[in-house]
């Protein structure tokens, strides 16, 4: 079973860059596709990238091609997110989560992580 723990938000302002970690204190952690997701105020949680368990294939919500970045080291057991050109839209809470396949419904996922806020100031 894994146990997420995110970590590296903050306060950014637009244009700048981010670095999110997922890191996994349990033993299956390579078994598992790991995605990340975000929830603004009064929004639902919505899919941001997902990466698969052999780090080869990913997926983004189209709103963060060509800006994110997800990859994960499987030696310390952790999943990143680069976040690039950063926008007001992109405040919100991230999370991560783990699944079985390399899908992107938020109900596919479990394990979830605490989160942690990420705010880009215009």
């Known amino acids: 079973q894994v146990q997420l723990v995110e970590s590296g938000g903050g306060l950014v302002q637009a244009g700048g860059s981010l670095r999110l970690s997922c890191a996994d204190s349990?033993?299956?952690?390579?078994?598992?596709?790991i995605g990340w997701f975000r929830q603004a105020p009064g929004k639902e949680r919505e899919f941001v990238a997902v990466?698969?368990?052999?780090?080869?294939?990913?997926n983004y919500v189209d709103s963060v091609k060509g800006r994110f970045t997800i990859s994960r080291d499987g030696a310390k057991n952790t999943v990143y997110l680069q976040m690039n050109s950063l926008k007001p839209e992109d405040t919100a809470v991230y999370y991560c989560?783990?699944?079985?396949?390399?899908?992107?419904?938020?109900?596919?996922?479990?394990?979830w992580g605490q989160g942690t806020q990420v705010t880009v100031s215009s």
């Open positions: 349990g033993r299956a952690f390579s078994n598992y596709a």
């Open positions: 989560a783990a699944a079985l396949n390399l899908v992107t419904t938020p109900g596919s996922f479990g394990s």
């Open positions: 990466i698969g368990w052999t780090g080869t294939t990913t």
